[in-house]
Nanobody, 116 residues
Framework: QVQLVESGGGLVQAGGSLRVSCAAS????????MGWYRQAPGKQRELAAL???????NYADSVKGRFTIFRDNAKNTVALQMNSLKPEDTAVYYC??????????WGKGTLVTVSS
């Protein structure tokens, strides 16, 4: 089992920056890819950014050039630096991890609100 706990999030004005972090515990050796999903009000959950254990990253088109995902395998953490935030980035951000057997793990989510 893997547990994911997010921190960060909050309220920020449009154009501002925010960082959300996630700490993994439990059977962390089994973790492969990690990332951040987000779910805006009334919308489906979508992938924002993903990072493999080797550091290969993938971003949603909507966040490319503004968001950067970081990972520290030694500390079992993953973070998302969000710059040039827009009101449409408002969402609950969920930390996600997948183990080598394809099992998905989720954090409880942290709310990011971007005011216009």
């Amino acid at each position: 089992q893997v547990q994911l706990v997010e921190s960060g999030g909050g309220l920020v004005q449009a154009g501002g920056s925010l960082r959300v972090s996630c700490a993994a515990s439990g059977n962390t050796r089994s973790i492969g890819d990690m990332g951040w999903y987000r779910q805006a009000p009334g919308k489906q959950r979508e992938l924002a950014a993903l990072i493999t254990r080797d550091g290969v990253t993938n971003y949603a088109d909507s966040v490319k050039g503004r968001f950067t995902i970081f990972r520290d395998n030694a500390k079992n953490t993953v973070a998302l630096q969000m710059n040039s935030l827009k009101p449409e980035d408002t969402a609950v951000y969920y930390c996600w991890a997948e183990n080598r057997f394809g099992m998905n793990y989720w954090g409880k989510g942290t709310l990011v609100t971007v005011s216009s």
